[in-house]
């Protein structure tokens, strides 16, 4: 039985809440600000600050780290503050919303491209790519999970649309699950935000890009060890998890039937895996890969049938989710539509893939992704530590950093493409010639 899934689901669900306890002891604490530079002082090192929830400014010192060209004029940024006798001082600033140039034009539309793809393909909405990519691209962690949210739902709609009319989508379990996601979502939210009031900028991508390392591998390397086992196995000799089994002989009141899942499961079974998927997504906009696999290996649906479900969940929880976030002035609505506008394609080539593939290839896609983007975020980890006093890392070092967590980022997104472009035109390559056969097997 695989007990160790349920595990990891209360691993998930502690690990996000008692996280923050954990950053606590690593750094003090400062005071983190929305606003805008008006004026900087640059014989002094100093400077007016305007906060957004005040109309008169503040004269704030910059810390010996900072530079004076660190100071953005006229651009909403978060600062982090500490108070040295009664001074205020500025010991981080990050811009919240980076510039659109060419190069990260183009590189924001590829990104939506393939983080559509995934979706489509498996049931995610992509976040576990498409986030770390605006992280490395600039994009502070707690904007970029924002945007990443506000994106994923009207995507999610377009891909569970396909899907559903494909015969994947049971829409019973995708709503049941959605309802105890918003729970999550909210949770999860409020985790956030005391994450960025707290230790700024440098905190929300610690703890996004812990987060994604600890579950990135334990999640990836689970469902690449299924793969395989499937491969090997064949589709046709495939069986229900024994874990799924084992929860669907709960009987606790209301028992539903899962007519596309093919179940009949306790209504509090879903509960947990809905729960993590919208802790998840609101700490760090992923969700997908705790619901895909929790619905194959705990609800006993097929990872066809799994990750077009999660697309209903992805669809309710970040329509809810973003509404929250845009409240907290967090969200970036020019990477939104940007993103939005290519993987709106890509999401549907991802469907249509779908229909071409076998199980263990949507597996295959998202462990190889997952691993990948692991070593990624794993590398940057070091970096933000040291931006807040937690160790020590030359500058050489953090530009090698830098460049390994981009290179890993560049293949996990051809890694992506190329696998479920490679899967799509074999299973239509293979489609036409059965064709063929049966026409001309009709025409003897």
């Known amino acids: 039985m695989k007990k160790w899934?349920?595990?990891?689901?209360?691993?998930?669900?502690?690990?996000?809440?008692?996280?923050?306890?954990?950053?606590?002891?690593?750094?003090?604490?400062?005071?983190?600000?929305?606003g805008e530079f008006i004026k900087v002082d640059t014989a002094n090192r100093t400077a007016e600050f305007r906060p957004v929830d005040r109309d008169e400014p503040i004269t704030v010192r910059l810390d010996e780290p900072l530079a004076v060209e660190d100071v953005h004029l006229d651009k909403k940024v978060m600062v982090s503050l500490s108070n040295d006798d009664?001074?205020?001082?500025?010991?981080?600033?990050?811009?919240?919303?980076?510039?659109?140039?060419?190069g990260t034009l183009v590189a924001l539309l590829i990104v939506g491209f393939v983080g559509g793809l995934l979706s489509g393909f498996i049931g995610?909405?992509?976040?576990?790519?498409?986030?770390?990519?605006?992280?490395?691209?600039?994009?502070?962690g707690a904007v970029a999970v924002a945007s990443n949210m506000c994106h994923k739902f009207p995507k999610a709609m377009v891909g569970t649309y396909k899907r559903f009319r494909y015969g994947q989508v049971d829409v019973k379990l995708g709503l049941m699950m959605a309802g105890s996601a918003i729970a999550?979502?909210?949770?999860?939210i409020r985790v956030q935000k005391m994450i960025l009031d707290k230790w700024g900028s440098s905190g929300s991508d610690l703890y996004v890009s812990f987060v994604f390392v600890v579950i990135l591998v334990i999640v990836g390397s689970i469902v690449l060890r299924d793969a395989f086992k499937s491969a090997r196995g064949g589709e046709a000799g495939e069986k229900k998890p024994r874990l799924a089994l084992t929860?669907?002989?709960?009987?606790?009141?209301?028992?539903?039937?899962?007519?596309?899942?093919?179940?009949v499961l306790s209504l509090w079974v879903t509960v947990p895996i809905g729960f993590a998927t919208g802790l998840l997504a609101a700490t760090i906009a992923v969700g997908g890969f705790i619901g895909v696999p929790g619905m194959i290996y705990i609800v006993g649906a097929s990872a066809v049938v799994a990750s077009a479900t999660e697309l209903l969940v992805a669809f309710v929880m970040g329509l809810w989710g973003s509404?929250?976030?845009?409240?907290?002035?967090?969200?970036?609505?020019?990477?939104?539509?940007?993103?939005?506008?290519?993987s709106l394609l890509g999401v549907q080539l991802g469907a249509l893939g779908t229909t071409y593939v076998r199980d263990h290839t949507i597996k295959l896609v998202m462990a190889a992704v997952m691993l990948i983007v692991a070593v990624s975020r794993g590398v940057k980890v070091p970096v933000?530590?040291?931006?807040?006093?937690?160790?020590?890392?030359?500058?050489?070092?953090?530009?090698?950093?830098?460049?390994?967590?981009?290179?890993?980022?560049?293949?996990?997104l051809a890694v992506a493409g190329g696998i479920i472009s490679s899967a799509m035109i074999k299973g239509i390559i293979r489609a036409r010639i059965e064709e063929k056969e049966v026409a001309a097997s009709r025409g003897a």
């Open 5 to 34: 899934i349920v595990a990891i689901l209360a691993a998930i669900i502690a690990m996000l809440v008692l996280a923050p306890a954990a950053l606590a002891e690593g750094a003090p604490p400062s005071d983190a600000k929305k």
């Open 86 to 102: 009664g001074e205020q001082v500025v010991t981080e600033i990050s811009v919240m919303f980076i510039g659109l140039e060419p």
């Open 124 to 140: 995610s909405g992509g976040a576990f790519v498409l986030t770390p990519s605006m992280m490395s691209l600039g994009v502070p």
């Open 184 to 188: 999550g979502v909210e949770l999860g």
């Open 247 to 263: 929860m669907q002989k709960i009987k606790i009141p209301p028992m539903i039937h899962f007519k596309k899942a093919d179940v």
């Open 323 to 342: 509404t929250q976030w845009a409240l907290s002035g967090l969200i970036d609505i020019r990477l939104t539509l940007l993103i939005l506008a290519t």
């Open 384 to 412: 933000y530590m040291n931006k807040l006093g937690m160790i020590s890392v030359s500058s050489g070092t953090a530009d090698l950093l830098n460049t390994i967590s981009f290179w890993a980022l560049i293949a996990a």
